[in-house]
């Protein structure tokens, strides 16, 4: 009972840890874009709460917290309640297997930690591919259980967009996990480990550029983000599913969009960019004799790679239109889906032929 | 090279700049330098305000000779000037001096102001000005029913320097107001 409640105390602690960091990333990505976008069209973006706006977000979460709370006349009250949180749950139970640094374990009384990822289960990346898909539930219910045409229109667009997208998502994980022979995210980080050239984005023999590509492309689609925004796009729907959404649910939907846009930046770094692991062997903390604090410059990197792909998502947005509905589902099906699978077939001979 | 599609030849230059989303990679260049050289065009409005331009039509304002006196005569030349009907006159003689009028009532319904300056320029007696306001947000747009004390008021705050009377400034300028013999000249 006494390692029991040690595990749960251990678990819980991580756990509000990673929840907080979370939290705390989201709240500085909805400052970020509006700043980055601005910053990006010649404009200042928010200025006015706090000094050059950085308190916006705080505003922001108060406004939607004391914002009335509307259920349309004749939504599905239930599925109407559930489809905020069938959203955000998703969105965050991913991190759950995200390895954040060096995979040290720790001797606690006896229980053996890892201290940097939750919990280091050998399915991890089928885990998240698993609960990412569970989201779309929560849109297609949302928009659903609305009542609204608009409403209806973005919940349909996006549970075509996300099946036709998630397969290509998946298909170019496999290469990596072909290199790899694990699905553990702990695992496939600690296999790219030295120069920058042994990440996975360009080791031998099958370096996974075109994986790379179509795993950016489709997670973009898959988070809803401009310019494979359809589901929500707000020229011709309104808002999509959440149009009839207020005040705590509308804030609920907005946090796990941007919680999934930091989960597929962190699954993209971890499996195509060496995760932890700087751009060269070992670490400088190491070299300086600060052997222990090593895990700083490891999550600095996670960090830099993380925010790295985030920037691309506002890059994005600041740059591209919005694809017309067949453009999106011809590119993903006729183009991103024989790369992939082309992509899986290259790696498996090379590696078989040329793999240690 | 040079097998053909249905609609347009096979280019591979072009093909080549399809595959590696060339012209992507141009548009983020672009909004990469626009993040790199940040220059904002935008104004803090509330904070800082642009500069007007010196023939800026803002709000309307009744005037007033240096002595105090209304400039306004009561001709109605606003009234009928005026293309979305903003003016109403009451006109009527001033006490005592049957050869003067004045503007008894003036009312001008703001709502519907366009700020042409149409009235500005039929006034005879340089009565109406326009002023460099443009704050006139309400929360109730009755408080923009504006009557003559309102709009002398708004005159008397932005034209702090006021012109003589007219038969003191030319005697050949004045055509309304101008002094009789048979009447009594005001105090100085």
Known sequence: MTEFGLRLAISLTQIAAVMGIVVVTVLILTLAERKVLGWMQDRMGPMEVGPYGILQPFADAIKLFFKEDIVPAGANKLLFTAAPILCLIPAFIGFAVIPWGPSWTINVNGVIVKPFVISDINIGILYILAFASLGAYGIILGGWASNSKYSLLGGLRSAAQ??????????????????????????????????????????????????????????????????????EAESELVAGFFTEYSGLRFAFFFLAEYANMVLVSCVAAALFLGGWHGPYPGTLMELVGLGSWSWIESTMWFAVKTYFFLFLFFWLRATLPRLRYDQLMRFGWKVLLPIALGNIVVTALAVFFFGT | MSSTTTSKRFNLFEWIKTITFYEILVGMKATLSHLLNYRPVTLQYPHEKRTLPDNYRGMLALLRYDDGTEKCVGCDLCEAACPSRVIRVVSAEVPNEPTKRYSKEYYMDMTRCLFCGMCVDACPVDALGMTREFEWAVYDKRQLHLNKQQLLAIGDRSFPIREKRLELQHPNVAFFNVAFKHVPPKPD
């Open chain 1, 162 to 231: 996300i099946i036709s997208y998630e397969l290509n998502v998946g298909l170019s994980i496999v290469g990596v996990l072909i290199l790899t022979g694990s699905l553990s995210l702990v695992k496939i980080t600690d296999a790219q480990e030295g120069w920058f050239w042994d990440w996975f984005l360009f080791k031998m023999p099958a370096p996974q550029i075109l994986a790379f590509v179509v795993y950016v492309i489709s997670s973009v689609a898959e988070t809803n983000r401009v310019p494979f925004d359809l589901p």
